[in-house]
């Protein structure tokens, strides 16, 4: 109810069918699921999301959006935070998110939970889609990550942040990673990866712990972390991954914005 207590936030529906021109969301064989989806954790809803967002930029006449996980707290004015911090991507209308840079070569993660996406992305994302699950040129990039998880019985599998790590290894799209550092008001600053874990601009060990989340600390009505060399780093947003965090999801919008939601 706190977001539709706003004035300047509107909603669309969804429910209708996804327009795509010719060509629909590809879908599930069922002849071999283990090979496409792990169906307890990954829905074809995932990799719709895309698809909905190229339609309702399309519709609003927009060619660019910052896209927001309803689960991550932007924490200034995102036109300000992009003209001081990525000025030369806004200017090209470039693409950020968050870069998973993991020693685990297994990982194979890019995360849109908080990022700038166009357009171009969208169409990428979506012909890569069709190239890996529909026409199958491309579903030799994601194979042997389907072995892996299938020989040694780990859980996981494909899903849409596979593809988004994929546009960029593979050279698809040029993309901006969101866990560097920038500058803002003088000071050193990073969109937040995943509050659950340590992982940041110096890899997999960046941000100090304190019971399973990062340490943060706020002042002046700002949020800080801490990396591993006891810098503090002012956060612009806070993601609150997995189930465990949404409980601190409610004390997070009073602190922030004197509300619940």
């Known amino acids: 109810w706190f977001l539709q207590s706003l004035s300047f936030v509107f909603f669309m529906d969804f429910t209708a069918k996804i327009d795509c021109g010719s060509r629909k969301p590809p879908t599930v064989s069922a002849e071999e699921p283990e090979l496409l989806w792990q169906s307890a954790c990954f829905r074809i809803e995932l990799f719709c999301c895309m698809f909905y967002l190229k339609q309702f930029m399309l519709t609003q006449h927009l060619d660019r959006v910052f896209h927001l996980d309803s689960d991550c707290i932007l924490l200034d004015n995102i036109g300000r935070l992009l003209s001081l911090s990525l000025p030369d991507v806004v200017a090209r ?16 993660a890019g995360c849109v939970h908080n990022a700038l996406l166009t357009l171009d992305f969208c169409e990428a994302f979506i012909q890569l889609c069709f190239d890996v699950y529909e026409n199958r040129s491309k579903f030799h990039w994601v194979e042997p990550k389907i072995r892996w998880h299938i020989e040694n019985k780990i859980g996981g599998g494909i899903c849409d942040m596979t593809l988004y790590y994929l546009l960029f290894t593979e050279g698809l799209l040029e993309v901006v990673d969101l866990n560097d550092i920038v500058i803002v008001d003088g000071e050193r600053c990073v969109f937040d990866h995943n509050i659950n874990i340590s992982y940041g601009y110096l890899g997999d ?15 002046s009505g700002k949020f800080y972390a801490f990396d591993k060399n006891g810098s503090a780093i002012r956060l612009l947003s806070i993601h609150f991954s997995g189930s465990e965090a949404k409980s601190l999801l409610r004390d997070a919008y009073k602190l922030i914005f004197g509300q619940t939601g």
């Open 205 to 219: 060990e960046t941000f100090v712990m304190s019971k399973n989340v990062k340490k943060i600390i706020m002042e």
């Open 93 to 108: 209308n470039g693409i950020a998110y968050s870069k998973n840079k993991s020693d685990n070569p297994w990982h194979m």
